[in-house]
Nanobody, 125 residues
Framework: QVQLVESGGGLVQAGGSLRLSCAASGRTFNTYTMGWFRQAPGKEREFVAGISRSGGDTAYADSVKGRFTISRDNAKNTVYPQMNSLKPADTAVYYC??????????????????WGQGTQVTVSS
């Protein structure tokens, strides 16, 4: 079993940056594809970014492509989305997820087995 803990959320002005972190327990972190999803009030949870087990492949939602960068450090069991040029539309609870799906990277939340508790990101205009 994997436990995921997100951190790094907060309040930022439009145009600013935030770096989230997701720390995973256990010794098998490098066997999981990692994904980030977000859910805004009144909206469904949506895929934001994903990274393969080795970190060699990444995927992004069109809405964040060019602004967000996802990376992982398997030695530290941690995955990091760097979020730049933030917009008010990026305001949401951000969730880290781990899954054993093949390749990179499923945009289907049901392909991920383990989830963190979420961290709030609020972007003010």
């Amino acid at each position: 079993q994997v436990q995921l803990v997100e951190s790094g959320g907060g309040l930022v002005q439009a145009g600013g940056s935030l770096r989230l972190s997701c720390a995973a327990s256990g010794r098998t972190f490098n066997t999981y594809t990692m994904g980030w999803f977000r859910q805004a009030p009144g909206k469904e949870r949506e895929f934001v970014a994903g990274i393969s087990r080795s970190g060699g492949d990444t995927a992004y939602a069109d809405s964040v492509k060019g602004r967000f960068t996802i990376s992982r450090d398997n030695a530290k069991n941690t995955v990091y989305p760097q979020m730049n040029s933030l917009k008010p539309a990026d305001t949401a609870v951000y969730y880290c997820a781990a899954g054993r799906n093949r390749g990179c990277c499923s945009r289907n939340e049901y392909q991920y087995e383990y989830w963190g508790q979420g961290t709030q990101v609020t972007v003010s205009s």
